[in-house]
T-cell receptor, first 115, second 115 residues
């Protein structure tokens, strides 16, 4: 079955430091990949998506992600973290429906930012 | 354009009651999906509607049901509430069907507490 793994449950970084959130997926075909962010008590906001083409995709708020087929990974990066980036981040794989639905999410990585 | 709206935002019910949650998609979007988010299980797909038809359903009991109206607004209903139904219920809309390969935009969610 298709799955998404985010190995890090909780990460703490200092403000201004770089960030990398890991995401690995298991999917037989070409994946459609997404990163979403969720602030406390809020819904999910799309940061970026990969459908095809350039494997380095740029998103909002200064985030980028790189698709590596050989490693089945889609890691999210930001060169300099701001305190407002503290939130929970979800990686997801898009499917063509079925009982797993249209998006399979990882369990999320909670990001804390130290001043 | 207004984003996805969900009502009510918060709800408290007791076991055995039933509840109806509402979702209004972004104008022009025809696909609506519902997700349940809990700390233990994460984000789980409930169902997807497109053009008033249920296209996909997740692995939830029959107590969970939904529908979509001609204006694309959607409702989900949970009957005979159980304590384990306490969760954040998220609605997402996308332009077309095959929502997994379309970008889904999420609402703020309805937080349901079952006592």
């Amino acid at each position: 079955a298709q799955s998404v793994t985010q190995p890090d449950i909780h990460i703490t970084v200092s403000e201004g430091a770089s960030l990398e959130l890991r995401c690995n997926y298991s999917y037989g075909a070409t994946p459609y990949l997404f990163w979403y962010v969720q602030s406390p008590g809020q819904g999910l906001q799309l940061l970026l998506k990969y459908f095809s083409g350039d494997t380095l995709v740029q998103g909002i708020k200064g985030f980028e992600a790189e698709f590596k087929r050989s490693q089945s990974s889609f890691n999210l990066r930001k060169p300099s973290v701001h305190w407002s980036d503290a939130a929970e981040y979800f990686c997801a794989v898009g499917l063509y429906g079925g009982s797993q639905g249209n998006l399979i999410f990882g369990k999320g990585t909670k990001l804390s930012v130290k001043p | 354009k207004a984003g996805v709206t969900q009502t009510p935002r918060y709800l408290i019910k007791t076991r055995g009651q039933q509840v109806t949650l509402s979702c209004s998609p972004i104008s022009g979007h025809r696909s609506v999906s519902w997700y349940q988010q809990t700390p233990g299980q994460g984000l789980q797909f409930l169902f997807e509607y497109f053009s008033e038809t249920q296209r996909n359903k997740g692995n939830f009991p029959g107590r969970f049901s939904g529908r979509q109206f001609s204006n694309s607004r959607s409702e989900m209903n949970v009957s005979t509430l159980e304590l384990g139904d306490s969760a954040l219920y998220l609605c997402a809309s996308s332009l077309e069907e095959l929502a997994g390969v379309e970008t889904q935009y999420f609402g703020p969610g309805t937080r349901l507490l079952v006592l």
